[in-house]
């Protein structure tokens, strides 16, 4: 299906050509940025509501501008869309988050006009910052440096440690808050209700204005009057209304809030702001979803609401002729509840992530039992280890990419006390369109190296319960890892008893001759899968889930090297230093000299693509594991799995 983007977006292959559109036209250039976004995102998916309520400040910052050597730095990347399209990418913008495509995020190695590669939160004051403060090294003084944040991005103590250097640093640069009061789920915190004041009392900003404007027109000097104008508003400031104060405080000079898709208004305030030197915040007020009312409405499901009908707002499901397995993100949602039920020492946090982890269901029923404390990682592993200093049982849950975020506070706060907090980590492992910056490669490996850490990893939806189960038995008194992929398991009927699993303890699931596949997690179905299809070879492996990388079940792996001179380890982490390095680190302290090989994420970035194409790339899908297994019995047959 071919999509026809309008006669002024046609016109636009980069921010040159945007300039050329006299300024009463931008709004239906805007119209026509918008519809191509709906259109094309309805019928290849992706991020949505973000980019639609971007629309008219992504134009105007093009149109002010001079990108790409003014440099634009986008905050998460989800709302980059219209960015992308502006800048040259319109015609391959049908491949964006697709395998071999455009990535869903701003990406350096993409475009000139993509200043910072992003994906995770928070980043862009400081990257923008460390832009600003290089040009004037390089005396550079003409260039312009703008960082877009929104408001949830904002609550991560990133932000507040860029902005506090930015006040005193001096750089020109200018910080646009993007307020539209939700990220993925609606933003929660004090910060969230002080900007919700400042919205709501506008006085001063009204003020400011009439002032501003008015000395602007006087003969004596446009930017002295002004320069006069700040100064006066600086003294009133306090009696009119003290919402500017936060960052004001933090030496950076705040305007607005401005309605941020009054097209007109967004030009004329950014071409005001390019004359102010200094650092500077401009508060922007828009619309998660604008211009498509049921993303306007429902603002979470229209984050990224896969494939739907663009007229009806129908969004398609997958339809299947039998039950099917549930995600693992809502047996752990579900199981926790039922185990609160059971265990009132049971507390639960994420940061921002309630509808992603599934902790909302507990968060609807027990909401003084589970938080979702904002995009703050770091404070979110600490405020666990806080509450399990007075005997809470604290499930604390994370994506595992942005574990990475608060690794100091596991280390210091959590492993070294020995404090038993349990970190689930959902997204473990490769988690497809989303890419390089989302994928849950390195978690095995950096915890692997902490003393005091139990690591998990559940081959299905039961043994994720029973690992759940085991983590809050009062028995448990250390940190407890468990990490499950994105997407569904294997099990329909999921909801089986739970049992407590012995720490450190593996399974074997089939004896087999000569070789010995050591799976960890949910790849172990990947390896069955493999086991059923080297019957038609002759070849029947044996297989172990081990379900630990640490401690490892020596036992076990005794019996393993002792009884098979060929092993292939299975993990959907990196194979340096992660769950196969634990294996071959046993062997070199016993003396095994075993043939091995270890399948998993290779040592390097891995993009982009759906799961069935990126476990494929990396090997360790069904068929990679047979192709190593009859490589390793020098088996030369091709098999299609």
């Known amino acids: 299906?071919?999509?026809?983007?309008?006669?002024?977006?046609?016109?636009?292959?980069?921010?040159?050509?945007?300039?050329?559109?006299?300024?009463?036209?931008?709004?239906?250039?805007?119209?026509?940025?918008?519809?191509?976004?709906?259109?094309?995102?309805?019928?290849?998916?992706?991020?949505?509501?973000?980019?639609?309520?971007?629309?008219?400040?992504?134009?105007?910052?093009?149109?002010?501008?001079?990108?790409?050597?003014?440099?634009?730095?986008?905050?998460?990347g989800h709302q980059a869309y219209g960015h992308k399209i502006i800048t040259g990418r319109r015609d391959s913008f049908e491949t964006n988050r697709k395998y071999k495509g455009l990535s869903g995020f701003p990406k350096r190695s993409e475009s000139e006009y993509d200043t910072f590669g992003v994906g995770h939160s928070s980043t862009s004051v400081s990257a923008a910052l460390g832009m600003a403060m290089a040009a004037r090294y390089k005396g550079e003084t003409d260039r312009k440096v703008v960082a877009v944040i929104g408001d949830g991005s904002m609550t991560a103590g990133m932000a507040f440690e860029a902005m506090n250097h930015a006040g005193v640093a001096d750089s020109d640069m200018l910080i646009v808050l993007n307020d539209n009061g939700i990220g993925i789920d609606p933003n929660v915190g004090a910060l969230k209700e002080y900007l919700t004041d400042i919205t709501l009392s506008p006085a001063y900003n009204r003020f400011r204005d009439d002032v501003w404007n008015?000395?602007?027109?006087?003969?004596?000097?446009?930017?002295?009057?002004?320069?006069?104008?700040?100064?006066l508003t600086e003294g009133i400031k306090g009696m009119v209304n003290s919402s500017a104060n936060l960052f004001e405080a933090l030496k950076l000079r705040y305007f607005g809030p401005i309605d941020g898709h009054n097209i007109s208004k967004l030009v004329d305030t950014l071409n005001d702001l390019k004359h102010i030197p200094g650092p500077k915040l401009l508060h922007v007020i828009t619309t998660k979803g604008k211009g498509y009312a049921l993303a306007e409405k429902d603002q979470t499901r229209w984050h990224a609401p896969g494939l739907f009908d663009k007229v009806t707002g129908e969004i398609y499901q997958k339809k299947y002729d039998?039950?099917?397995?549930?995600?693992?993100?809502?047996?752990?949602?579900?199981?926790?509840?039922?185990?609160?039920?059971?265990?009132?020492?049971?507390?639960?946090?994420?940061?921002?992530?309630?509808?992603?982890?599934?902790?909302?269901?507990?968060?609807?029923?027990?909401?003084?039992?589970?938080?979702?404390?904002?995009?703050?990682?770091?404070?979110?592993?600490?405020?666990?280890?806080?509450?399990?200093?007075?005997?809470?049982?604290?499930?604390?849950?994370?994506?595992?990419?942005?574990?990475?975020?608060?690794?100091?506070?596991?280390?210091?706060?959590?492993?070294?006390?020995?404090?038993?907090?349990?970190?689930?980590?959902?997204?473990?492992?490769?988690?497809?369109?989303?890419?390089?910056?989302?994928?849950?490669?390195?978690?095995?490996?950096?915890?692997?190296?902490?003393?005091?850490?139990?690591?998990?990893?559940?081959?299905?939806?039961?043994?994720?319960?029973?690992?759940?189960?085991?983590?809050?038995?009062?028995?448990?008194?250390?940190?407890?890892?468990?990490?499950?992929?994105?997407g569904e398991g294997v099990m329909p009927e999921w909801q089986t008893p739970m049992e407590e699993v012995e720490i450190g303890k593996g399974r074997k699931l089939k004896d087999g001759q000569e070789l010995a596949i050591l799976s960890l997690g949910h790849p172990g179905n990947f390896a069955a899968a493999a086991i059923?299809?080297?019957k038609n070879d002759g070849i029947s492996p044996a297989h172990f889930d081990m379900r630990f990388a640490k401690p490892l079940d020596e036992a076990l792996l005794h019996e393993a090297l002792s009884a098979y001179d060929k092993i292939i380890t299975v993990e959907d982490g990196t194979v340096a230093g992660g769950f196969g390095s634990a294996v071959l680190e046993f062997m070199a302290q016993h003396g095994y000299k075993n043939e091995i090989k270890i399948l998993g994420i290779p040592d390097r970035i891995v993009e982009h693509g759906t799961l069935k194409e990126l476990h494929h790339e990396c090997g360790y899908d069904a068929e990679g594991i047979a192709s190593a297994v009859r490589e390793m019995m020098e088996v030369k047959v091709s098999v299609s799995l």
């Open 1 to 76: 299906m071919t999509i026809t983007p309008g006669p002024l977006l046609q016109s636009v292959d980069n921010p040159g050509d945007l300039k050329k559109i006299p300024m009463e036209k931008l709004h239906e250039f805007c119209e026509e940025l918008r519809q191509y976004i709906i259109d094309v995102v309805s019928v290849h998916g992706g991020h949505f509501a973000a980019s639609l309520g971007v629309v008219e400040l992504t134009t105007a910052l093009h149109y002010v501008y001079n990108t790409p050597y003014d440099q634009l730095v986008w905050d998460v």
């Open 214 to 231: 008015a000395l602007g027109k006087l003969p004596v000097g446009k930017n002295f009057t002004r320069a006069m104008a700040h100064k």
């Open 322 to 486: 039998t039950p099917q397995a549930p995600k693992y993100q809502d047996v752990f949602g579900k199981t926790i509840i039922e185990l609160a039920k059971q265990n009132n020492k049971i507390m639960a946090i994420t940061p921002a992530m309630p509808s992603g982890s599934s902790l909302k269901y507990m968060m609807e029923e027990m909401p003084d039992r589970a938080f979702d404390v904002g995009i703050c990682e770091q404070h979110a592993a600490t405020l666990s280890a806080g509450m399990a200093t007075q005997g809470m049982r604290v499930f604390c849950n994370i994506y595992s990419s942005f574990m990475q975020r608060a690794y100091d506070q596991v280390v210091h706060d959590i492993a070294i006390q020995k404090l038993p907090v349990v970190l689930c980590l959902d997204r473990a492992g490769l988690v497809g369109d989303d890419g390089p910056t989302h994928h849950g490669c390195y978690d095995i490996a950096y915890f692997r190296c902490i003393p005091n850490m139990i690591i998990s990893s559940p081959m299905n939806e039961a043994e994720l319960r029973n690992l759940m189960y085991t983590a809050q038995l009062e028995s448990m008194q250390q940190p407890f890892v468990i990490r499950y992929p994105r």
């Open 532 to 534: 059923r299809n080297l």
